[in-house]
């Protein structure tokens, strides 16, 4: 949660901002349980990427009513609201995903079941993430070919996802699960890669929507100075040479 204080220090006033520490997985996970999340905080996590990863400026309370909606329809009882924030402003911050125990599966403990476990759980966090970004409308950036790249690559991973879990559930045998180091290496590569995507979507687009904002200033003083507002369907006046509705004037 950020806090806003002011002390005055030889008759300046100071602004701090305080943001509260994300105390980690294991002790967001009872809270989010307590409150009637019935699914996993890596869930949590990427319906939050998904949501910063996308046009509009949704925040936290929107997630927690997706959110706890999805998990029975019923009120929850008690909201762990701070905790939630402070681990929207830690991804609102990473370049990287950190890493955490959802991404990695160890070797010593890998059979058929928790890979597969472990597979299907990375599958439900894209698809969450997938239908996250796309509530929020991220098509708004496709005119960046960088965004448009990434979520093309984050959309072909999300399906061989699912295509591999379908083969390995079906089609491997116990010779297929035989070489376990090799396969949980691959997979926990393969899992911090698309983390990494969502973190990668969610830069790029944050990066688009400052931009934005400042294209946005600039237009106000423009419209200010010849008296004439930008219609949605006039020509952008930062020069992208797209619709107002379509550029700066998007919602």
Known sequence: MIRLKYRKDDHTAMQQFRVKKYPGDGALAPLV????????????????????????????????????????????????????????????????????????IDSANATRETLLDFVRRQIDAGETFFASVNFGRIQDFFGDEKIAKVYTLFEANLTLLREMHASMASRWDDKDFQDVGSLVERLNRFTQILWDTMISLKESVKAGKFERRKNRSVIRDIENRTGQEVRRNDQCPCGSGKKYKHCCGAH
Do not use: T
């Not at 949590?44 to 959110?67: F, H, P, T």
């Not at 909606?69 to 939630?84: C, H």
């Open 33 to 104: 349980s307590a409150a009637g999340g019935r699914a996993s905080v890596e869930i949590l996590k990427a319906a939050i990427l998904g949501a910063l990863a996308s046009s509009g400026d949704r925040n936290v309370q929107e997630i927690l009513m997706e959110y706890f909606a999805a998990q029975g329809g019923r009120k929850p009882d008690r909201v762990p609201v701070e905790e939630i924030e402070s681990l929207w402003y830690l991804l609102n911050g990473s370049v990287r995903f950190p890493s955490a125990p959802h991404m990695q």
